[in-house]
C-alpha cells in the first residue's frame, strides 16, 4: 500500500501529519505560501515560509511521483504481466529513478537485439547456459541453429542468447540500483582538456588536468566542468574508481562486474560455460550497465548542482529585494556612458520623473563644467537629496563628477550612491517600461530605474524577469522551470513581508501580492486612476472581478496609508479586525491611542482575546503588529564610500584597505566591487576566522564590507581579497596570519587545501585554482561579476 503523500512530508520535514495535511487543504483550495505562514498558523501549527516552500515543492514531486506510478501501473497491467509481487515493489518505490529501474523491463521499447533473439526462439538456450553452466555452450547452441530463424550457426545462437542475459542484467531494478549507489559513493569525475584548446579555453585552466569523487565535488566546479564540456574545451570521464584489468591478469573481472557475477550466481568454477557466462557479465558492464550509470550519475550530479545553484540564486535576490530602501526622497539618477553622454532623470519623493537630460562630462566632448552647473541646476530646483550612479561602463569617471558637485555646492547636502544597474537595459526596452514611461526615450528610462531602484530597490526590481538581475551562478545553465519558479516564490515572499502601498504600487508590484493576478493589478491600477486613491482596504471590493477569495488572499497585504481606518496601515488582517476591536474595549481606548503604544500593549495578555477563530498565534501577532504598525524589515539604509584614486586594477596594490559592497555570493565565496569596474573575489576561507560551511552565513548582496587586497593579476583580471584585515599579506599574495600564523593556514587546510578538496586524491591532484581564487568557477564568475548581462 503506498505511504499516503501527507504522512511522508511530515516525517521528512519532522512535523505531525495533522500540520501537512491541513496546509495541503489550504494550497489546494487556493491559498498562497505567504497567505498560510502568515494568517494561517493556527491551521499549520506555525509553519514558516521556509518549510512551507519546502512542504510544496515536495508536494509537487510526490505527486508527480503517484501520477506516474499510475501510468505505470496501468501500462503493465495492460500488457497482462502485473502480478501482486510486482504492484508492491511499484508501490514501494520512494523515488522516480527508483520507480523507472522496476518499469524498464516492461516499458515499450523499440525492437532490440535481444528481443530477435527470443524471436528465434534463443531464450530457452539463454536460460539454458544459465541455469547449468555444466553445459558445453558450443554444443548446446548448435541445437538452436536455424537458418530461416536467421540463425546461421552456433556461435550466431550464443551471441543472440548473450543478448538475452545482458539486457536481463540490465534490466535488474535492484542490481542497478546497487551499483549506482556504489559508483556514486566510490567514482570520481575526471577533466581533461581536449586537443588544441588549451588557449581558447584558458577560463577552465584548472580543469585540464583534473580530478575528484563525486561526493566532494562543489555545486559550482560540476557547473564550471559540464560548462567547459559543453563548449567542447573539456572532456568529461565518469571513473568507478575500481582497479583495472591488469597486464598480469588481462580476463579478471573488475570490482563492478565482481558484482554482477556475484548478484547472478556467476563463477569460474572450471564449468564449460563458465567462461562464456563471465564474458557475458563484463560485456553487460562495459557495453550497457556501465553506459546507463554513466547518464544517470550524470544526471545525479547536473541536480544536486542545479538544485544548489537555484538555490544560491534564490537567496542572493532575496537579500537584493530586499536591501536597504532609500525611501521618499527626491532622487537624481545617472546612467552613466562616455561618447553618448550621461544619461539623467530627476524623480520626486514618490518616484515620480520630473527632469530628464544627457550631458557629455567624459571623453570626447569633456564638457565637464557645463555637466556640475546643468547637475546643479536640477538638484536646487527639485530638492534632490540623493544621487544614484549605476555601476556600468564610465560609473568610475562620473562617481568623480558627483563627488566635485558634492564637494563645489556643500548647502545641497547631497550624497553619492553606486547603484546596480543590473536588468536595467532590460527593463528600459521593456513592454511595461514602455507604458509607465511612454514619453520617453529608451536610453533615459535607465537612469529612471537606477534612481528609483535606491529609493526602493523591491518596488523597482520586481519589474524586471528576476533572472535579468544577475546574482546567480551559471544561471543560463540552469532548468528554466525550476528557476523561475524559485525565484517567483523568493519575489513574492519578498514582497508580502514588506507589504505594499495599494494607492502607490506598480501593477508589476501588485501582481506579486498574495492572490493578485496580472489582469486583476492591472483593474486596480485603473479603479485606482479612475476613483482616485483607496480610502480603505474595505474598498478593494470595488474591484472589478476582485471577489472574496482574492480578498481574504491580498487585504494583509496592501497598505492604506493616510486612509480611514488606522488599521489599514498595518499587517493586522481585516478579518482580524473584531480581535482588535475586543482589545480596545479591554483597554478602554480609540485605535490611534493604543497602536505604537508599546507599554500598554504589553500589558496585555494574547490569552484573554483568543478564541475558537483566533487562536494564540494570530493574537501574539497583532500586538505585536500594534505595537509597530507596518514595520518594514529590512535595514537602515547606508552607503559604502570607494577609496579616492582607486578606479582601476592598475590603481590596486596589495594590503590596501577599501570598503566594497557585497555584488554576489556564490557557494565558494563573495564578489565585492571596490569601484574598480571589476568585482574581487573574497575566498570563503578568508572571509573569518572561523570555518564557514556557507558563505552566506557571513555575507549578503548589498552589504557594507572592508576589505584588504591580497593580489591583483591584471592580466586575468583577478583580484584577490580578504575580509580578515589583520592578515599580513605574502609576496605571492596570499594571507598570512600576523598574531600567531596559525588561523589562516589551519582555515585554508580545512577549506581548500585538502586533497579531496582540491582533486589532490588520487593521480591527477589537478588543484582547484591558486590561492584566493576558485578555478574554473571563479574566472566564470569573474566574468560575470558585478551582476554581468550574461550571469
Known amino acids: 500500500m503506498t505511504t499516503p503523500i501527507a504522512q511522508r512530508i511530515a516525517e521528512e520535514l519532522g512535523v505531525t501529519e495533522r500540520q501537512v495535511s491541513a496546509t495541503v487543504g489550504l494550497l489546494d483550495d487556493g491559498a498562497t505560501v505567504p497567505f498560510v505562514a502568515r494568517y494561517r498558523k493556527e491551521a499549520t501549527g506555525a509553519l ?12 509537487r514531486y510526490l505527486r508527480e511521483l503517484a501520477e506516474r506510478r499510475a501510468v505505470i501501473l496501468e501500462s503493465i497491467r495492460s500488457q497482462g504481466k502485473l502480478d501482486d509481487a510486482l504492484e508492491a515493489r511499484i508501490n514501494e518505490a520512494d523515488s522516480k529513478a527508483r520507480l523507472e529501474d522496476i518499469y524498464l523491463p516492461y516499458k515499450p521499447k523499440r525492437r532490440t537485439k535481444a528481443q530477435i533473439a527470443r524471436e528465434a526462439g534463443l531464450e530457452p538456450l539463454a536460460d539454458s547456459l544459465f541455469a547449468d553452466p555444466g553445459l558445453d555452450p558450443h554444443t548446446t547452441a548448435a541445437g538452436y541453429v536455424d537458418a530461416e530463424q536467421g540463425v546461421a550457426d552456433a556461435a550466431a545462437a550464443l551471441e543472440g542468447a548473450r543478448s538475452i542475459l545482458v539486457e536481463r542484467i540490465t534490466e535488474d531494478a535492484d542490481l542497478i540500483g546497487t551499483l549506482r549507489e556504489r559508483m556514486w559513493t566510490r567514482g570520481r569525475l575526471v577533466s581533461q582538456v581536449r586537443e588544441g584548446k588549451e588557449e581558447s579555453g584558458a577560463k577552465f585552466a584548472d580543469y585540464f588536468d583534473y580530478v575528484q569523487p563525486f561526493t566532494d565535488l562543489p555545486s559550482h566546479r560540476v557547473l564550471a566542468m559540464f560548462r567547459g564540456e559543453k563548449e567542447e574545451v573539456l572532456a568529461l570521464t565518469l571513473e568507478p574508481e575500481e582497479p583495472p584489468a591488469t597486464e598480469t591478469a588481462p580476463d579478471a573481472l573488475n570490482g563492478f562486474e565482481h558484482a554482477i557475477a556475484a548478484h547472478f550466481g556467476i563463477a569460474d568454477r572450471g564449468r564449460p560455460a563458465d567462461s562464456w557466462l563471465r564474458d557475458t557479465v563484463r560485456w553487460a558492464w562495459r557495453t550497457r550497465v556501465s553506459v546507463r550509470l554513466d547518464i544517470d550519475l550524470r544526471m545525479r550530479l547536473w541536480q544536486a548542482a542545479e538544485d544548489d545553484g537555484v538555490r544560491v540564486f534564490a537567496g542572493n535576490l532575496r537579500d537584493l529585494l ?5 525611501g521618499s526622497r527626491p532622487t537624481i539618477g545617472l546612467d552613466p556612458g562616455l561618447r553618448t553622454g550621461v544619461k539623467v532623470a530627476v524623480l520626486d519623493a514618490t518616484g515620480k520623473v520630473v527632469a530628464t537630460k544627457t550631458i557629455y562630462p567624459h571623453a570626447p566632448q569633456r564638457r565637464w563644467e557645463e555637466a556640475i552647473a546643468t547637475l546643479e541646476r536640477l538638484a536646487r530646483e527639485h530638492a534632490a537629496e540623493l544621487i544614484a550612479i549605476g555601476n556600468g561602463t564610465a560609473s568610475r569617471e562620473t562617481d568623480r563628477l558627483a563627488a566635485d558637485l558634492v564637494k563645489r555646492f556643500p548647502e545641497r547636502k547631497l550624497s553619492k550612491v553606486m547603484v546596480s544597474e543590473a536588468g536595467a537595459s532590460v527593463y528600459s526596452a521593456s513592454a511595461y517600461a514602455s507604458q509607465e514611461l511612454p514619453d520617453l526615450d529608451v536610453s533615459l528610462r535607465g537612469a529612471v530605474s537606477i534612481a528609483r531602484r535606491l529609493q526602493d530597490p523591491l518596488a523597482e526590481l520586481v519589474k524586471i524577469d528576476p533572472k535579468s538581475i544577475g546574482v ?15 525565484l517567483d516564490s523568493v519575489v513574492e515572499d519578498c ?7 495599494v494607492n502607490t504600487a506598480s501593477a508589476p508590484l501588485l501582481t506579486r501580492v498574495s492572490g493578485v493576478s ?6 486596480i491600477v485603473e479603479h485606482r486612476d ?33 486612509g480611514d481606518n488606522p488599521l489599514d496601515t498595518s499587517s493586522v488582517h481585516p478579518e482580524s479586525y473584531p480581535v482588535v476591536r475586543r482589545i480596545l474595549e479591554a483597554a478602554d481606548c480609540d485605535v490611534s ?29 497583532i500586538l505585536k503588529e500594534l505595537e509597530k504598525p507596518g514595520r518594514d524589515p529590512r535595514p537602515e539604509f ?17 594590503g590596501m584597505i577599501l570598503e566594497g559592497v557585497i555584488s554576489n555570493v556564490a557557494a565558494f565565496g563573495a564578489f565585492v566591487d571596490v569601484g574598480v569596474h571589476q568585482d574581487g573575489l573574497v575566498h570563503v576561507s578568508a572571509m573569518s576566522r572561523r570555518f564557514v560551511n556557507d558563505p552566506r552565513d557571513v555575507v549578503k548582496p548589498g552589504e557594507i564590507v572592508r576589505v584588504k587586497v591580497l593580489d591583483v593579476d591584471t592580466a586575468r583580471k583577478r583580484i584577490s581579497l580578504t575580509m580578515r584585515l589583520d592578515d599580513e599579506v605574502e609576496a605571492d599574495g596570499s594571507g598570512k596570519d600576523d598574531k600567531d600564523g596559525k588561523g589562516d593556514g589551519a582555515q585554508r587546510r580545512e577549506q581548500r587545501g585538502s586533497g579531496k578538496e582540491r582533486g589532490g586524491k588520487g593521480r591527477r591532484g589537478g588543484g582547484a585554482g591558486s590561492r584566493g581564487q576558485e578555478g574554473g568557477a571563479m574566472a566564470e564568475a569573474l566574468r560575470r561579476a558585478g551582476l554581468d548581462k550574461d550571469a
Open 48 to 59: 514558516d515560509d521556509a518549510q512551507l516552500r519546502t512542504l510544496e515543492e515536495r508536494l
Open 322 to 326: 530586499l536591501a536597504a530602501p532609500a
Open 472 to 486: 546567480g551562478q551559471y544561471q543560463h545553465d540552469l532548468s528554466e522551470t525550476k528557476l523561475s519558479r524559485s
Open 495 to 501: 514582497v508580502n513581508a514588506v507589504g505594499v502601498d
Open 518 to 523: 496580472s489582469g486583476l493589478a492591472q483593474n
Open 530 to 562: 479612475t476613483h482616485g486613491q483607496f480610502r480603505s482596504r474595505s474598498g478593494l471590493r470595488d474591484v472589478p472581478r476582485l471577489g472574496p477569495k482574492a480578498f481574504e488572499q491580498c487585504a494583509g497585504f496592501l497598505r492604506v496609508r493616510g
Open 593 to 621: 491611542t493604543l497602536i505604537g503604544n508599546g507599554a500598554m500593549l504589553r500589558t496585555l495578555k494574547p490569552a484573554d482575546f483568543a478564541d475558537d477563530t483566533f487562536g494564540l498565534p494570530t493574537v501574539t501577532d
Open 638 to 654: 547606508s552607503t559604502a564610500s570607494f577609496r579616492e584614486g582607486v578606479e582601476t586594477l592598475a590603481d590596486l596594490e596589495r
